[in-house]
Each structure stands twice: as C-alpha cells, then as structure tokens.
C-alpha cells in the first residue's frame, strides 16, 4: 500500500514540475514571438544601423580617389583653324573669357568599362564639353603631365532623427592642402581648382520604399550603381541634384534637376548587397560644391577606428581595387540576422514544450492508474 502511494505521489510531482516548466516554455514562446515580430517590423536602416551601434552624429568616412587635373590651353575660339582643337579641351573655360554653363548628357556610356570606370562617348561639337579620344583617360586615372593621384576621405555624418548619412561643402577644393594650389591648376583665388574624384559606398538593399540618395555638385557627375548608370549630370554647369529612390519591389526611380522621377532600367533584390559608385570632375575655376545624402540607407560599414582618427566607423570600400565590393558579413551594420536566432529558440522552445506536454499526459496517466488501484484496495 505504501509503495502504491509513493509512486501516486511521484508522478504528481513530475506532473506538477511538468505544468510549471510548460509555462515558463509559454511565456518564453510568446517572448520571442514577441520579438521576432518586432524585428520583422523594425527592419528598418535606423533600426539595423542602431543595432551596429551607428548613432546621431556617428562618422562614417569613405576612402576616396582624387585626380590633380592640369589646365589645359585656352584657344582661340575664332580662329578657324584651331576650332578642331577645341573639342579636346577639358580643364579650365572660366579664365579663358568663354564659358557656356550647361547640362550635358550622353558624355559617357551607360555601363562602366571593364576596370569600373566610365567610358567616354565623345560628347556634342559643343566647344566646353569636350571628352573625346584617349584625353578622357587623364580624368580617373593618372597620366603623366596631365593628372596626378591622391587618396583622401570624406566623411558622411549620421543623422538619426531622418536615418541619413550626409556631406555637404560649398566651398569645395579637397586639394589645397594635399596638394597646394599652381599656376596649372588654378589658384587665383588661392585654392586648388581642377580636379576630380571617385568613391564608392556599398550598401544594402532593403527595398522597403524608403530608401533615397542625392547627390548635389557643379560640374561633370555621374553616379552609377552597380555598373549602370542611374544619374548623368555631365557638363559645366552650375550646381545642380541628381537623386533617385528604390521601391518597394526594389525598382531605381532617378531624376537630375526637378523633372519626375522615372524608372531607370535597374532593379535591386531585397536583402542583396550593392555599390553606389560616384565620379565627379570640377572643370572651371567658377565655384565648387559637392555634397551627399543617403537617407534611409544602410552603407556596408566597419566597426573601426581609424588610423587618422578621421571618423568612428569605415565604408567598407577599397579605391585602389574598385571591383572589389565587401561582401555583407564583413560589414558591421549588415551583419547575421537576428531573425535567424529568434526563429531557432522559438523552434527549440516549441519542441522542448511538445516533449513536456507528452510528459504530462505520461504523468497524468500514472497517477490516474495508481489513484484507481488505490482505490479499488480500499474498497
């Protein structure tokens, strides 16, 4: 008899810690549940960016190419016999008393060359939009007496208020002090004119239909992601905005100066990783403004300090070798998906409370069994 109600009261206990654990299993189920939900809804580049600790006012600083241009002669644009020559002038129109500001698009191909450059269509009669023939080379890359190379960095500030990474100077001449200023580069208002740049921002697509960049200058820019062309904003021209948004079906929608934007013919895949590659030259002596805006964006970014102590964290991006891309695992703000995690506790926690369940029907089972007996020997 004794026996009988020793084993009736163990099975209640295994029952009675059966039933507790189940609930805590519960409450952690809902818990995570919870949380997945919340990270599904908060897929957003404020929300991932604020998880790799990308805070208001964090530095983001982008390894950038910059290319000391020579001014090139100025011509006589009445003398008919070196009108032909004028078609090869590129740097310099402001000092040579003709300067016509203009937009130009069409000065170069719609897909990068093979080393990630833009490639040269030659460009209108049009006198001051000249890029024609080997002379385009000069501009990206560096050419004896012609252009000289130099690494630099920019450094995009983290607004969180708008999720926005953004740069703007309009007093723009990041040669003066690399390179003080010559008579071949222009310097009589004592700053470095006649250069140009290259830079590259890996990003994350997130196709979430808020994603938008922007990018303000004067003078020759193209912006291509990937290795089409999303924003042909060529010429000598005053400052003028190229922007574009990507859709929700991860669609590119550009436009150059306040015209609709309009389907680019490029289209990004969620979750994908991709490059927004930006050249820009400043052609004249005039002025010069850059400035950069990626609101709603997730840049591939490293958690490192810089050497130069320049910036908190770092594009993860190499000039020196443009098709190299960082792959999303070796960026910080892109890093593994805590989604992932969530779903395996939730599965673990799932089959873990299906084997208490069972547990709970053996152990009802048992004590239900020995209560009978008991109770038939009493009878």
Known sequence: MKKKKTGFIISLSILFVAL????????????????LEVALNENTANAILASAEVKNDTVASVPILYYDQVMDDCINLYDIEKMPL??????????????????????????????????SQ?????????????????????????SKSYAGIINLTYDDKIASFGYRNEEFYPLD?????????????????LFTLSLGIPFRVLADGREEFSI???????????????????GVHDAIVGRFRINEAGEIYSAVGNIELAYSGVTLNSGSGSIIRIFHADRNSKSSLFGIR?????????????????????????????????????????????????????????????AMGALVVVSISVAYRYSRRDHNQAE
Not at 183 to 190: A, K, L, P, R, Y
């Open 216 to 234: 303000d200058a004067d003078d020759d820019t193209w912006v291509f992601v990937g290795d089409t062309l999303v924003l042909d904003m060529g």
């Open 20 to 35: 507790a654990t189940m609930g805590g299993l519960i409450g952690g189920v809902k818990g995570a549940v919870d949380d």
């Open 86 to 119: 004028v078609k090869t002038r590129q740097f310099e129109w402001e000092s040579c008393g003709y300067h016509e500001s203009s937009l130009e698009s069409g000065l170069v191909e719609s897909v990068l060359d093979t080393n990630f450059l833009p490639k």
């Open 177 to 193: 002090e690399i390179d003080p200023a010559s008579e071949e580069s222009v310097n009589s208002d004592g700053h470095n004119h």
């Open 122 to 146: 030659g460009g209108e009669l049009l006198s001051n939009r000249g890029t024609s023939g080997d002379s385009f080379e000069r501009w990206f890359n560096q050419v004896e007496g012609k």
């Open 294 to 354: 990626m609101a709603n964006m997730v840049p591939n970014v490293m958690n490192t300090t810089l050497a130069q102590n320049e910036g908190e964290v770092e594009v993860a991006y190499d000039p020196s070798n443009p098709s190299y891309v960082a792959p999303l695992g070796e960026s910080l703000a892109v890093g593994p998906d805590n989604r992932q995690s969530l779903m395996t506790i939730i599965i673990i926690q799932v089959v873990t409370l299906g």
